[in-house]
């Protein structure tokens, strides 16, 4: 009897010592709201909002070429992004982006006869995400761009959300809305073709955790504005060097009506 008293007591006790660690475990898997020291290393668990009164800086630099033949052009572009949990469910934040284009009109027999450089720091955005339940993590993302060269005002509104396809492993980030244009300086203008269409975009990554700091991703996107139509196969890897720092790269191409073209973007995460 008394065998059986201690047999009992050191598996209740052994269930006791397991039980809460699973149930963390999977809390710390299935939790969709988070606070500044939980904020997790594995991208395919980290929200689509920030936690309440965490702050992200992000800097990135960005490459992207056109070539048509007789008109080649290379995009540079330096964007600082912050964002700010205002609460566990409403994220804001805005972003800048100064851009160098350099490029090259070649004549008809191919010589490059035209070569010019410009830069501008004109275009911005100002963005909030809201995630309206705790339960799913889904929400809405409106932002208003701005080309301060040529006054305009856009409106951007898409649907964002990350599905867990594998709770240790995999995760799948996604994004679609659309943007419309509210007022521009050409308005008062007669053009044949709106320079400013409303514009249907998507963008969409299946996040691949390999270990608790490296991600890689497979990502496409897409644009529409009823005439034309233009996509991005790209690769992705973010790499968290801890909770405070994360670096991250993409690599891929763009194509549609005006070709194919290369593209590539490298950055960094502060987390304060």
């Not at 004109?122 to 705790?134: C, K, Y």
């Not at 005002?153 to 599905?163: E, N, Q």
């Not at 709106?194 to 299946?206: E, G, N, S």
Request: proline letters at 5%; hydrophobic letters at 40%; one cysteine or more.
């Amino acid at each position: 009897m008394k065998t059986t008293q201690v047999l009992t007591s050191v598996i209740l006790a052994v269930v006791a010592w397991l039980a809460p660690g699973r149930d963390a475990h999977a809390q710390g898997l299935l939790q969709v709201t988070f606070d500044r020291d939980s904020w997790p290393t594995e991208e395919v668990q980290r929200t689509i909002v920030l936690p309440a009164g965490m702050t992200q800086l992000q800097a990135s630099f960005g490459y992207s070429g056109f070539d048509s033949g007789d008109f080649t052009s290379k995009t540079y572009a330096l964007t600082p992004l912050v964002a700010y949990g205002l609460t566990p469910n409403i994220t804001v934040g805005a972003t800048y982006d100064p851009l160098v284009q350099s490029s090259t009109i070649s004549s008809f027999d191919g010589t490059p006869s035209e070569t010019s450089t410009d830069s501008t720091l004109s275009r911005g955005s100002v963005f909030a995400i809201a995630r309206p339940f705790n339960s799913y993590d889904l929400g809405l993302r409106a932002a208003i761009p701005f080309y301060l060269d040529a006054p305009t005002v856009d409106v951007d509104l898409r649907l964002v959300g990350r599905l867990s396809v594998s709770l240790d492993t995999v995760s799948w980030f996604f994004s679609a809305g659309v943007i419309a244009n509210v007022y521009n300086d050409y308005q008062a203008m007669e053009f044949e073709d709106d320079p400013f269409p409303t514009r249907y975009v998507a963008d969409t990554y299946l996040a691949c955790q390999l270990n608790s700091q490296l991600s890689l991703a497979p990502g496409l996107g897409f644009a529409f504005d009823g005439d034309h139509a233009n996509g991005q196969l790209y690769g992705r890897a973010q790499f968290a060097i801890d909770h405070q720092i994360d670096l991250f790269g993409t690599l891929g191409f763009s194509f549609g009506h005006d070709g194919t073209n290369p593209l590539l973007v490298a950055g960094v995460n502060v987390w304060l």
